[in-house]
């Protein structure tokens, strides 16, 4: 799921063909028609499907559609690479622990939007960025991973969020990998065959 410019979405691109994450990108979603990660997709041959959020009637019904495009695509796993959308229950039930997110700040620190700005506007030393599982409240799941990057001075939006964005391509694949190395150990422990649950109709 991609927003914006899709630098993340493409680092996983090149993280799973260059074996660097057991994985395959299936396809990407995205809200804003013509972005730059869909761009990214049809120059990487990676199918594209566009629900703009402003076509939808509520939030829900929006995460009512990814999830039936996710499950069109019988996805394991579904990475918020830069969505700038709140998401509701109806996506995070549908894929209980496995809804992983990027955020680029060092969470707890600094939820929700303009993360380097709040970080700057706080006179932090270090930022960075979070790899998280996704629960209802906002930036808030289960940490994976996390990367520290130091603030400069000097440094203002766009220098601090290019240096959290090196850090960002680095760590998302890794964070992807360790929400599915925990799926794996879960079924090896004796948990029942997962498979995504029809989405709630209405
Ligand atoms: C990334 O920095 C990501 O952490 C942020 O959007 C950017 C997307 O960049 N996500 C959020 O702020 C979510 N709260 P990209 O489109 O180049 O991958």
């Known amino acids: 799921m991609a927003s914006g ?3 993340n979405f493409e680092a996983l691109v ?18 804003n028609p013509g972005c730059g990660a869909a761009q990214r997709a049809e120059r990487l041959g990676i199918r594209c499907h566009t629900l703009d959020h402003r076509l939808q009637p509520s939030r829900e019904a ?23 959308r709140i998401v509701t229950p109806v996506l995070i039930a549908a894929y209980p622990d496995r809804l992983v997110n990027i955020h680029p700040s060092l969470l707890p620190s600094f939820r929700g939007v303009d993360a380097v700005g709040q970080a700057l506007a706080a006179g932090v030393r270090l930022a960075g960025c979070t ?24 440094d203002d939006r766009a220098s601090l969020a290019a240096r959290i964005q090196v850090q960002e391509h680095r760590i998302l694949p890794l964070g992807v990998g360790i929400a599915a190395q925990r799926l794996r150990d879960r079924t ?9 649950a029809d989405p709630p109709s209405g």
């Open 62 to 84: 929006l995460d009512r559609a990814l999830s039936e495009s996710f499950q069109d695509a019988q996805v394991d796993l579904v990475v918020m690479a830069g969505w700038m």
């Open 188 to 196: 090896a422990a004796g948990a029942a065959r997962w498979r995504p």
């Open 5 to 7: 410019n899709g630098t």
């Open 14 to 31: 090149h993280a799973c063909r260059s074996g660097a994450l057991n994985g395959r990108v299936e396809r990407l979603v995205v809200n």
């Open 131 to 154: 790899v998280h599982l996704v629960c209802e409240a906002v930036d808030s799941g289960r940490i994976l991973i996390q990367a520290a990057v130091p603030v400069l001075d000097g």
